[in-house]
């Protein structure tokens, strides 16, 4: 799995002098510490990368909590990084790869080919005997040049209201329910989408399942080879690692980067509460 790295493989890496550049994502929503966690311990040569800041944009309610940064914004950020053309990039965090998937997404589809995320994040490196070091890496400045994708290859909430494929919603099932919403303004889903939490496709140690395993998950709701598939989440953020799900098992997942999150924050849309009805679910033949 091309897109992912084990921590016995990214210290090869570093003993053979290959020189990633290694980024440390850590995030958590509602919280700001991740640069102080940072600060206190990170993989050796590690920068940090600023989710809220370099990782998203900000704007109206209506574009959501993570929209895309803009294109030349996300190039200052990598060259800040350190991040030199055609240099192999490893992405990491504390939470699951979850920010660390969407530095792997942003990534990718501004032209960055080698972008890797650390399997297992911080806790996988420990355990593995790797060392962490403390204080700030400022590294010099890099000459990586990122492509203009702009809108392409997202989707926006029109998009998603025309989409014809498979919808993936990868909330927790009690929210795409609408039984709960501890965020947003609105409880449900897009109408016509599925639910794949994002925990289908990890183990219980944050760690991606097996090819197979991930496979499946994504036949039991529809989402087969040769159907179209899109998907959101809360912020756009789990939706990132679903994108990066599919990639494991060669399926292409379109990101709606506003998600729920823009789509309850804008009148007028339409809002479908409960589980996919019987005659509709993919696990009923």
Known sequence: MADLITAAELRTLIEEGRDPRILDVRYRLGFTDGRDKYLDGHLPGAVFADLEEELAAHGAPSDGRHPLPADDDLE????????????????YDDARSLPASRAWWALRRAGVANVRVLDGGLAAWRDAGGAVERGEVVPPPGDVVLTRPGSTGVLDADAVAAWTGVLLDARAPERFRGETEPIDPVAGHIPGARNLPIGEVLTADGRFRSPSEIEAAFEAVGAGEEVPIAAYCGSGVTAAQLALAGALIGREVTVYPGSWSAWSNTPGLPVETGAVPVEEDPLED
Do not use: S
């Open 76 to 91: 200052r950020a990598a060259r800040r990084w350190g991040i030199r053309r055609d240099q192999t990039v490893v992405v």
